[in-house]
């Protein structure tokens, strides 16, 4: 990232990790970072990000984003929603899980076209998996 971003980006990106530290659904572990991610800008403003990368589960290979997070003053805007459909638009098929409380990133998955499909317990919380096939 450090190579693919200019300096003010690259000022504005670190700016956002620190925001996203805070997120409670992180369930207070920092975000690592030199972590693969996907920066969303939008004009010359980042606005959010993602990690992606593969699972495997049941012995199958799933693609999957984690963390993914939009800055608070760019919330509503359907950034994450749109980049996610780009990046899972050739990479199926993919899962999440999700915490059950975490309404909001259950919506973007939704919206993505990821639907419910199993219970699991994680980090000592009720969630989800969610597929997209």
């Given at each position: 990232i450090d190579s693919q971003?200019?300096?003010a980006n690259l000022t504005e990106y670190e700016r956002?990790?620190?925001?996203?530290?805070?997120?409670?659904f992180f369930y207070g572990e920092p975000l690592?970072?030199?972590?693969?991610?996907?920066?969303i800008i939008v004009g010359?403003?980042?606005?959010?990000f993602f990690e992606h990368g593969r699972v495997e589960f049941y012995g199958k290979q799933y693609y999957r984003t984690n963390r993914p997070y939009t800055?608070?003053?760019h919330r509503g805007h359907g950034y994450m929603t749109n980049a996610l459909k780009l990046w899972y638009e050739n990479r199926r098929p993919a899962m999440?899980?999700?915490?059950?409380?975490?309404?909001?990133?259950?919506?973007?998955?939704?919206?993505v076209g990821f639907r419910k499909v199993e219970a699991f317990f994680h980090k000592n919380k009720d969630g989800h998996f969610y597929k997209l096939d």
């Open positions: 971003l200019g300096f956002l990790m620190d925001e996203a530290d805070m997120e409670r690592k970072r030199k972590a693969e991610r996907t920066v010359e403003t980042v606005v959010g800055a608070l003053a999440s899980w999700i915490d059950d409380e975490n309404l909001s990133s259950i919506r973007l998955f939704q919206n």
